[in-house]
């Protein structure tokens, strides 16, 4: 039986780590994969957005089919450049239908987006490892609060863009919360900048400020192999 508080946290964040290890994984195999298939297809010549789109669609496919964790969207984003004929381009593939994301059919303005202004392309970009950014309302594919997992992919070294996946928060909580509730103790996990993104206690909801709150000044544990921090109280 957990008895102590530091032996609750410490199987929270187990919890956690384990429950975050499949997208993970999934995508840094992703990543090292199609870095390959992306050279082998960039040495025969240039690269087009529909070439990329055929190579993408089956790691995309992949990941909205894992049993360890609900996700809904899935794809990968092209650095600038990249391409021949697009500045940037994503491929990307979502929803129960798992259909196409095509994002001049929503808003031309999607098709320029500087993506490096979004937390889940720049970190990976700038560090080289895979990051879980969130909690966000992801304005870009599902409006909906979302957490999304980024890995970064390489050619010879160089960074040419992020395997990435979205998981909403919905799902993240029904996955989550009767494994951590099951603790008997006010669990939250919060993100590396201190951000709420599921607690069993209900004063706190995704998206709340740790700072300035009565969370601030208890003790985090970190959840291994991603950047999530348990708090208990």
């Given at each position: 039986?957990?008895?102590?508080?530091?032996?609750?946290?410490?199987?929270?964040?187990e919890?956690?780590?384990?429950?975050?290890?499949?997208?993970?994984?999934?995508?840094?195999?992703?990543?090292?994969?199609?870095?390959?298939?992306?050279a082998?297809?960039?040495?025969?010549?240039?690269?087009?957005?529909?070439?990329?789109?055929?190579?993408?669609?089956?790691?995309?496919?992949?990941?909205?089919?894992?049993?360890?964790?609900?996700?809904?969207?899935?794809?990968?984003?092209?650095?600038?450049?990249?391409l021949?004929g697009?500045?940037?381009h994503?491929?990307?593939?979502?929803?129960?239908?798992?259909?196409?994301?095509?994002?001049?059919?929503?808003?031309?303005?999607?098709?320029?987006?500087?993506?490096?202004?979004?937390?889940?392309?720049?970190?990976?970009?700038?560090?080289?490892?895979?990051?879980?950014a969130?909690?966000?309302?992801?304005?870009?594919?599902?409006?909906?609060?979302?957490?999304?997992?980024a890995?970064?992919?390489?050619?010879?070294?160089?960074?040419?863009?992020?395997?990435?996946?979205?998981m909403?928060?919905?799902?993240?909580?029904?996955?989550?919360?009767?494994?951590?509730?099951?603790?008997?103790?006010?669990?939250?996990?919060?993100n590396?900048?201190?951000?709420?993104?599921?607690?069993?206690?209900?004063?706190?909801t995704?998206?709340?400020?740790?700072?300035?709150?009565?969370?601030?000044?208890?003790?985090?544990?970190?959840?291994?192999?991603?950047?999530?921090?348990?708090?208990?109280?």
């Open positions: 039986m957990l008895t102590t508080t530091h032996s609750v946290a410490l199987r929270a964040a919890i956690v780590s384990e429950y975050f290890s499949a997208p993970i994984s999934a995508l840094e195999q992703t990543a090292q994969t199609l870095g390959g298939q992306l082998e297809a960039r040495s025969a010549g240039q690269l087009t957005a529909a070439q990329l789109d055929l190579l993408v669609e089956p790691h995309a496919h992949t990941a909205l089919a894992l049993a360890e964790a609900r996700v809904y969207g899935a794809g990968f984003i092209a650095a600038v450049d990249l021949s697009a500045r940037n994503l491929s990307w593939w979502q929803g129960d239908d798992r259909g196409k994301l095509v994002l001049a059919a929503q808003s031309v303005n999607k098709e320029f987006i500087d993506y490096s202004d979004f937390e889940w392309y720049r970190v990976p970009m700038m560090t080289g490892a895979s990051h879980v969130g909690p966000h309302v992801d304005y870009l594919c599902s409006d909906e609060y979302t957490v999304t997992v890995a970064p992919v390489h050619i010879d070294g160089d960074f040419v863009g992020v395997a990435g996946l979205d909403l928060i919905d799902s993240v909580e029904r996955q989550l919360m009767p494994r951590l509730s099951a603790l008997d103790a006010p669990v939250t996990l919060v590396g900048v201190g951000r709420v993104i599921v607690s069993t206690d209900a004063g706190h995704t998206g709340d400020a740790v700072r300035g709150g009565r969370l601030a000044e208890l003790a985090r544990t970190r959840c291994a192999g991603v950047e999530l921090d348990i708090i208990l109280g």
